[in-house]
């Protein structure tokens, strides 16, 4: 029923900018908090960015902020991850993730995920 996916994964070079998008189905999108997290091959999923249900407000894990600005777009059920300044560590498979509860500025309690989308930053 509840669908979250991704797209706009690909390579780009270092220094460049990327945006991905996570398109959500079967579920009261405005309702849920909305989150990136990323995982590079042999590494654990990291916290990325993240956006409340209402007022708009976000929260970034350090190695981002600055660099990347997640947004959504609520009457298009789709939530945004604009990459700017890529580095090579950058590299990793990106998850978009949803939740009914808590806040952005927690990483607990995400329960829908995607499938996930590549982006590889070269040097």
């Known amino acids: 029923q509840v669908q979250l996916v991704e797209s706009g994964g690909g390579l780009v070079q270092a220094g460049g900018s990327l945006r991905v998008s996570c398109a959500a189905s079967?579920?009261?999108?405005?309702?849920?908090?909305m989150g990136w997290f990323r995982q590079a091959p042999g590494k654990e999923r990291e916290f990325v960015a993240a956006?409340?249900?209402?007022?708009?407000?976000?929260y970034y894990a350090d190695s981002v902020k600055g660099r990347f600005t997640i947004s959504r777009d609520n009457a298009k059920k789709t939530v945004y991850l604009q990459m700017n300044s890529l580095k090579p560590e950058d590299t990793a498979v990106y998850y978009c993730?949803?939740?009914?509860?808590?806040?952005?500025?927690?990483?607990?309690?995400?329960?829908?995920w995607g499938q996930g989308t590549q982006v590889t930053v070269s040097s």
């Open positions: 079967g579920l009261l999108f405005s309702s849920h908090v």
């Open positions: 993730a949803a939740k009914l509860t808590g806040n952005s500025d927690s990483v607990l309690h995400y329960d829908k």
């Open positions: 956006i409340n249900r209402n007022d708009g407000g976000t």
